[in-house]
């Protein structure tokens, strides 16, 4: 029986589409095994043999650069062949569907797809018609989830806060649009994370996040209080439609991350972001290149999670 | 079958090591039994270069067969590897598919002038041309048994033999 898609018949993770309903025990291979993948970029030669002739296609329907070039490093890192492909601009506006694309390069021999699309669950879609032994990675799929991003936050948070059952952490801004957030929850939540918080105006926090497990505030000097990570998210101008905010500097003025209001934190708390940043709107420079920012560590533990997560992928059904 | 005591083998492998180590030398051991041994060598000899340990999880040449080996530890490998004279450490020589990974991931490091190989067992079975140059003892042991270096309190070193013949085989 299989009611969890990602899951093989023999419990291992065939495809990683969502952190949510993910065994603690897989999440922390994934995470043990990342540790071991953060000495090789840097060493002499930063590539291991280990997915040699492997071929993984970057699937982005959806624009993304940073995204789609961590990916890129960790497969080559691994030793495969990366194609990346921006379909959002040549196969759809043919016409293909988005399975159509899929058995395409399927044809062509495809190990892995690392799928971007702006329609929540299109990466379970693809998932569920591939071939066996082709594995899937949602790499952003909607407002639903962005799992590998919600895994380096994990791996961020643990390699300086290793008990997450002492840990209180603070999710700020944009929650509405936010599947990185969603995936974060789920994950801090599967890892018994003491307390965690969202903060961000009323307009920004989706109906029944309450559900999830997480305590609601509006207020930046409540809600940061005694806070041992504070993650801001990125405020996602491109994705807002109609006059949820009044303006940038209104939102940099009550929910910005400032040296005054991070002093409401505790006092070893780290700042994560998982980027891009728009500074001075949720965040100042001074605080975003501050000694308590992991903001650079996050991009670095996230090549190797990534690898992590591929050669993990790879070794299922073997 | 009676085991050599592992203690008294550390000991002549030590011996045997030491006249072939120069202020360029380092020792490099595999995890997990490996590890152990070159720790404990490491020790003995009074080295100075610190020591070196290799998970070879990465460069395993049956990958597409098995998987990730499920508890992969870091390598750590303290030391610039270009133009050193490595002494590579293993518990147990076999088939050789072992010292062939770890060569491939000593060189991603740098290159190394030499690499020479240590174990305190070489129970024959090569599938590969890997010869080492430092042995504990040899014994030969077919196929279907596999002896193990096991580190136990109060008793250091230990070696023992499992038949997996024992298991019933679906």
């Known amino acids: ?318 | 079958m009676d085991l050599p005591n592992a203690e008294t083998l550390v000991a002549h492998l030590a011996d045997r090591i030491a006249p072939h180590v120069g202020a360029e030398s380092a020792l490099v051991g595999i995890h997990t039994g490996g590890a152990w041994l070159a720790q404990r060598l490491h020790q003995r000899l009074g080295m100075a270069t610190p020591l070196g340990t290799l998970d070879i999880s990465f460069y395993r040449d049956d990958f597409s067969r098995i998987g990730l080996h499920p508890q992969v530890k870091p390598s750590d490998i303290p030391f610039a590897v270009e133009g050193r004279d490595i002494i590579l450490v293993d518990d147990v020589l076999y088939t050789g598919r072992t010292i062939r990974a770890a060569m491939n991931e000593l060189f991603d490091y740098g290159r190394p002038s030499a690499i020479r190989l240590a174990v305190l067992i070489d129970r024959g079975g090569r599938e590969l041309p890997v010869c080492p140059d430092f042995v504990g003892e040899r014994i030969a042991l077919p196929r279907h048994q596999n002896i193990q270096l096991t580190l136990e309190a109060g008793h250091g070193f230990v070696l023992s033999l499992q038949s997996p013949s024992a298991q019933v085989d679906a």
Request: proline residues 4%; aromatic residues 6%; charged residues 20%.
């Open chain 1, 1 to 318: 029986m299989r009611n969890n898609p990602q899951i093989n018949q023999h419990g291992e993770l065939n495809h990683l589409l969502t952190l949510e309903g993910l065994p603690r025990e897989i999440l922390l291979h994934i995470l043990d095994t990342a540790a071991s993948f953060v000495g090789v970029a840097e060493r002499e030669v930063k590539k291991v043999p280990l997915l040699r002739g492997k071929a993984i296609f970057n699937l982005f329907f959806e624009p993304s650069t940073r995204t789609r070039t961590t990916f890129e490093i960790a497969a080559k890192r691994l030793s495969a062949d990366v194609l990346n492909l921006n379909i959002g601009a040549s196969s759809q506006s043919k016409g293909e569907t988005v399975l159509d694309t899929v058995d395409n390069l399927s044809a062509m021999h495809a190990d892995m797809f690392i799928v971007r699309h702006a329609q929540s669950g299109a990466a379970h879609l693809i998932a569920q018609h591939v071939a066996p032994h082709i594995h899937v990675i949602n790499a952003g799929d909607g407002r639903h989830a962005h799992p590998t991003q919600g895994l380096l936050d994990m791996y961020t948070i643990r390699h300086y806060k290793p008990d997450f059952g002492g840990l209180r952490v603070a999710i700020v801004g944009d929650l509405m649009h936010s599947r990185v957030a969603r995936s974060e929850i789920h994950a801090l939540n599967i890892l018994g994370t003491r307390e965690v918080r969202v903060i961000a105006p009323k307009t920004l926090i989706p109906s029944g996040v309450e559900g999830l497990g997480v305590q609601v505030y509006h207020n930046m000097a409540a809600g940061l209080a005694g806070v041992d990570v504070v993650i801001m998210l990125r405020l996602q101008h491109e994705r807002m439609k109609g006059a949820i905010l009044p303006s940038a500097q209104e939102y940099f003025k009550y929910y910005g991350l400032t040296p005054e209001k991070l002093a409401f934190c505790s006092h070893d708390a780290i700042v994560m972001h998982p980027g891009p940043m728009n500074r001075g709107v949720e965040i100042d420079s001074s605080v975003a290149d501050g000694a308590q920012s992991v903001i650079l560590p996050q991009v670095t533990f996230g090549i190797a999670v990534r690898m992590a997560v591929m050669s993990i992928l790879a070794s299922s059904g073997s």
